[in-house]
């Protein structure tokens, strides 16, 4: 009932920057909650970032000062700003928004994920 798409990633060199999108569609009455994780290979699926409605930030601590999250609540809209990346920032990149549908039942949803890879 909430489709979330993400774009935006790709492969750059180590120091190089990255920008990702993330689109929530659907009976959207409300998204309280947006974040990016992303999951390397073997790895579990952590945090990278998250804001709330009232644009509280909460960053993991491996990307304080080099990314940046923010949202655009009139076109359900959330981008990650990625400057001063890290091989060990490589791996897929997912959207999660939460809120509540029209119906006023809750919501939680995932995107596909995009990959972002960094080179040496």
């Known amino acids: 009932q909430v489709q979330v798409v993400e774009s935006g990633g790709g492969l750059v060199q180590a120091g190089g920057s990255l920008s990702l999108s993330c689109a929530a569609s659907?009976?959207?009455?409300?998204?309280?909650?947006v974040g990016w994780y992303r999951q390397a290979p073997g790895k579990q699926r952590e945090l990278v970032a998250s804001i709330s409605s009232g644009s509280t930030t909460t960053y993991a601590d491996s990307v304080k000062g080099r990314f940046t999250i923010f949202r655009n609540n009139t076109r359900n809209t959330l981008y990650l700003q990625m400057n001063g990346l890290k091989p060990e920032d490589t791996a897929v990149y997912f959207c999660?928004?939460?809120?509540?549908?029209?119906?006023?039942?809750?919501?939680?949803?995932w995107g596909q994920g995009t990959q972002v890879t960094v080179s040496s």
């Open positions: 659907g009976n959207i009455f409300s998204i309280t909650a």
């Open positions: 999660n928004a939460a809120g509540r549908l029209t119906t006023y039942r809750d919501y939680n949803s």
